[in-house]
């Protein structure tokens, strides 16, 4: 098997979160609980820092609607795309620290603050992790009808005999899209990254054929395939996806490289903390609902909960990831 980079989601180092100890209060903040707080008593916004029609888009949405559900607020989307969410966390550091402006997380920030490097603000002290919602698998996806290859063997064999020729739409420069490539490359498997306006514009251009094929995620493509619009040629997952059993593994395919997409809720840091617990808890509830997991399921995804401290770990390791391969 070649040489490659695997992503360990459980690590062990322990972040410390300014403002935060979470000695205080704990999970499982019901609406009752924060009766003192008067909270939530208004609309609450969601900050989606991607285009909409992606998969963060779609995960978001459906969140959104269970949340509405358990909390009788209203939840607004606000799609604050570019920069691979720097924009949209950008926009989080203008808000309130009420607890009313909800930040919907993945790695990106950690792309941008790694890539570009010229960044006003530490996202890991301008935001605080709340829950973990969902794990979304990294794929590479090419159309049916306009690439000419019929099976995954044949992508990388081609991909090997012709580096750096097979251009692969990414949902930006600085993305776990990109991070996909990236590794892939590291492992053997040489593709030129296209940067695109988000998941859904990479989606599109496969589709059409103005890309060779898309680095996408699960819950991009899972409604596609039915029809046979895409063929996936690789899952960057250590083990097959549940939900797509014939699609292979890079790993299968002789290419280390493993990595996906970890999304969460977060807030401002400075908001209490007894409301950081509160989104904790509901997150939590959340999971736990029959209807919203069968939603997941239509996306090929599963909730995948994890509370704020634990997460807080996790958004810490994998920004270090990103850090020591990008440097």
Same mark, same amino acid.
């Given at each position: 098997?070649?040489?490659?980079? @695997?992503? #360990?989601?459980?690590?062990? /180092?322990?972040?410390? !979160?300014?403002? $935060? +100890?979470?000695?205080?209060?704990?999970?499982?903040?019901?609406?009752?609980?924060?009766?003192?707080?008067?909270?939530?008593?208004?609309?609450?916004?969601?900050?989606?820092?991607?285009?909409?029609?992606?998969?963060?888009?779609?995960?978001?949405?459906?969140?959104?609607?269970?949340?509405?559900?358990?909390?009788?607020?209203?939840?607004?989307?606000?799609?604050?795309?570019?920069?691979?969410?720097?924009?949209?966390?950008?926009?989080?550091?203008?808000?309130?620290?009420?607890?009313?402006?909800?930040?919907?997380?993945?790695?990106?920030?950690?792309?941008?603050?790694?890539?570009?490097?010229?960044?006003?603000?530490?996202?890991?002290?301008?935001? @605080?992790? #709340?829950?973990?919602?969902? /794990?979304?698998?990294? !794929?590479?996806? $090419? +159309?049916?009808?306009?690439?000419?290859?019929?099976?995954?063997?044949?992508?990388?064999?081609?991909?090997?005999?012709?580096?750096?020729?097979?251009?692969?739409?990414?949902?930006?420069?600085?993305?776990?899209?990109?991070?996909?490539?990236?590794?892939?490359?590291?492992?053997?498997?040489?593709?030129?990254?296209?940067?695109?306006?988000?998941?859904?514009?990479?989606?599109?251009?496969?589709?059409?054929?103005?890309?060779?094929?898309?680095?996408?995620?699960?819950?991009?493509?899972?409604?596609?395939?039915?029809?046979?619009?895409?063929?996936?040629?690789?899952?960057?997952?250590?083990?097959?996806?549940?939900?797509?059993?014939?699609?292979?593994?890079?790993?299968?395919?002789?290419?280390?490289?493993?990595?996906?997409?970890?999304?969460?809720?977060?807030?401002?840091?400075?908001?209490?903390?007894?409301?950081?617990?509160?989104?904790?808890?509901?997150?939590?509830?959340?999971?736990?609902?029959?209807?919203?997991?069968?939603?997941?399921?239509?996306?090929?995804?599963?909730?995948?909960?994890?509370?704020?401290?634990?997460?807080?770990?996790?958004?810490?390791?994998?920004?270090?990831?990103?850090?020591?391969?990008?440097?």
């Amino acid at each position: 098997m070649k040489k490659g980079i @695997v992503l #360990a989601l459980a690590v062990t /180092v322990s972040l410390v !979160l300014p403002g $935060v +100890s979470f000695a205080e209060g704990g999970p499982g903040a019901t609406p009752q609980k924060l009766e003192s707080l008067n909270y939530p008593s208004k609309g609450i916004e969601l900050v989606i820092p991607y285009a909409a029609g992606g998969a963060m888009d779609s995960t978001g949405r459906i969140f959104a609607k269970y949340a509405e559900k358990y909390t009788g607020q209203s939840i607004s989307i606000n799609n604050v795309s570019g920069g691979s969410g720097f924009e949209g966390a950008k926009y989080l550091m203008t808000t309130n620290t009420d607890g009313y402006t909800l930040f919907l997380s993945d790695p990106g920030p950690g792309f941008v603050r790694t890539g570009a490097n010229q960044v006003p603000f530490d996202f890991e002290v301008a935001m @605080v992790p #709340a829950a973990r919602i969902n /794990v979304d698998s990294r !794929l590479i996806a $090419v +159309s049916t009808e306009h690439s000419p290859f019929k099976t995954p063997q044949e992508f990388v064999d081609y991909a090997k005999a012709h580096p750096g020729e097979l251009k692969i739409g990414t949902p930006g420069e600085y993305t776990d899209g990109g991070m996909a490539v990236e590794l892939l490359k590291r492992a053997g498997l040489d593709l030129n990254a296209v940067a695109c306006n988000g998941s859904g514009a990479v989606r599109e251009q496969v589709l059409s054929g103005a890309l060779d094929g898309g680095a996408l995620t699960v819950s991009d493509v899972y409604k596609l395939l039915p029809d046979g619009k895409l063929m996936i040629v690789g899952i960057l997952s250590e083990e097959k996806v549940e939900a797509i059993p014939d699609a292979p593994t890079f790993r299968e395919l002789g290419y280390d490289a493993v990595w996906s997409t970890s999304r969460g809720i977060s807030l401002r840091a400075g908001t209490d903390v007894r409301i950081l617990w509160y989104w904790a808890g509901l997150a939590e509830q959340i999971a736990k609902d029959p209807e919203y997991q069968k939603e997941l399921a239509e996306l090929g995804l599963k909730p995948s909960y994890m509370a704020a401290e634990e997460y807080s770990q996790e958004v810490h390791g994998i920004f270090k990831t990103i850090q020591d391969i990008l440097k």
